[in-house]
């Protein structure tokens, strides 16, 4: 398992930092596997049981002081999603270490970094319901501070992995990471769209975006009803 999660972390960093080489980790991240569901809601907390697994990062001074995951290990097929998913949490406050990467980025990205099926699980709960109350305008998601209750965090994470989707499909992953720091300075989301990639700010990026995503509904529904004919 150390020799997996090396490989992946050289991965995950080539894609989104850009290094061919992944460096040393000082701390380390230490790596826990619960073998069951109660001792990982014993560490966590009650509610944790919803997940499976759970980063923590803490920062102090412009460095990463602490690095740690934990998982279940009792679910084989959720902890193939779970381990890159939370693996890119750490290696992205890498490049945050001296502030919180927003919400949105942060989920996307890892979202992003999970099995292909439950990316396209994901993406079905919450375009199936694209019209009705409960999704995030862009400008609300980009705003996110504190985690959505839980009727609205499917259509969270979805939207999240979505628009990042979107945005590194414009450029690349590098200049996804560069647009996310420019937006931390003047003008914001705004200034950080039109510097980076040329989308006159967030109300042109979800005219944009919202037409790909009904593109996306409409081509998997024609493609359900020629599957449902034959």
């Known amino acids: 398992m150390g020799d997996v999660c090396e490989r992946l972390r050289t991965h995950l960093t080539a894609q989104w930092i850009g290094a061919s080489d992944a460096a040393s980790w000082t701390p380390q991240c230490e790596l826990v596997f619960h073998p069951q569901a109660s001792s990982y809601t014993r560490f966590l907390g009650a509610g944790s049981e919803q997940s499976a697994g759970c980063t923590t990062v803490k920062l102090n001074g412009g460095k990463v002081a602490v690095r740690r995951i934990d998982l279940r290990a009792d679910s084989p097929q959720r902890l193939a999603?779970?381990?890159?998913?939370?693996?890119?949490?750490?290696?992205?406050?890498?490049?945050?270490?001296?502030?919180?990467?927003?919400?949105?980025?942060?989920?996307?990205v890892a979202v992003l970094a999970e099995a292909a099926n439950r990316q396209e699980v994901l993406a079905n709960s919450w375009q199936n319901t694209i019209s009705r109350d409960g999704l995030f305008s862009v400008r609300e998601l980009l705003n996110v501070q504190v985690y959505p209750d839980v009727s609205r965090r499917?259509?969270?994470?979805?939207?999240?992995?979505?628009?990042?989707?979107?945005?590194?499909?414009?450029?690349?992953?590098?200049?996804?990471?560069?647009?996310?720091?420019?937006?931390?300075?003047?003008?914001?989301?705004?200034?950080?769209?039109?510097?980076?990639?040329?989308?006159?700010?967030?109300?042109?990026?979800?005219?944009?975006?919202?037409?790909?995503?009904?593109?996306?509904?409409?081509?998997?529904t024609s493609h359900r009803a020629i599957q449902h004919q034959n």
Request: charged letters at 20%; zero cysteines; proline letters at 3%.
């Open 154 to 220: 499917g259509a969270f994470y979805g939207q999240s992995a979505s628009l990042v989707r979107f945005l590194v499909a414009q450029g690349t992953p590098d200049q996804f990471v560069r647009f996310v720091r420019r937006s931390f300075g003047a003008g914001g989301y705004d200034a950080a769209l039109k510097d980076v990639y040329q989308i006159d700010g967030v109300a042109q990026l979800e005219t944009l975006w919202v037409d790909h995503v009904r593109v996306l509904v409409a081509a998997r």
């Open 81 to 108: 999603s779970a381990l890159p998913h939370e693996l890119t949490h750490v290696i992205v406050a890498d490049v945050f270490a001296d502030r919180q990467i927003p919400r949105w980025a942060d989920e996307g």
